[in-house]
């Protein structure tokens, strides 16, 4: 079992930024991969970014490259997605997530196992 915190949320200005963190309890985070996704609301629930266990492969979607950066502290079981250049359509609740397997791209939020609460971005324009 993983249990995930995420935390770092909030109201920020367009062009401004923000870093989110995900907690993850237990023993084994660096055996998981771990994503993060978003959902507006009226919206169906998508992959922003991911990584491998290791930190070797990473995965952003094309509406967040080049502004958001994902990255992991196995030693602080901690998750990351550093978000610059904020837009008002990157307002939703952001959810970090676990999988023992690395999934990236479109479906993935069918795949991953464990699940944090969720933290709402609010970008204002």
């Known amino acids: 079992q993983v249990q995930l915190v995420e935390s770092g949320g909030g109201l920020v200005q367009a062009g401004g930024s923000l870093r989110l963190s995900c907690v993850a309890s237990?023993?084994?985070?660096?055996?998981?991969?771990m994503g993060w996704f978003r959902q507006a609301p009226g919206k169906e629930r998508e992959i922003v970014a991911a990584?491998?266990?290791?930190?070797?492969?990473?995965y952003y979607a094309d509406s967040v490259k080049g502004r958001f950066t994902i990255s992991r502290d196995n030693a602080k079981n901690t998750v990351y997605l550093q978000m610059n250049s904020l837009k008002p359509e990157d307002t939703a609740v952001y959810y970090c997530?676990?999988?023992?397997?690395?999934?990236?791209?479109?479906?993935?939020?069918?795949?991953?196992?464990?699940w944090g609460k969720g933290t709402q971005v609010t970008v204002s324009s």
């Open positions: 237990g023993r084994t985070f660096s055996r998981y991969a």
């Open positions: 990584i491998s266990w290791s930190g070797g492969r990473t």
């Open positions: 997530a676990a999988d023992l397997v690395y999934c990236s791209g479109y479906g993935c939020q069918n795949e991953y196992d464990y």
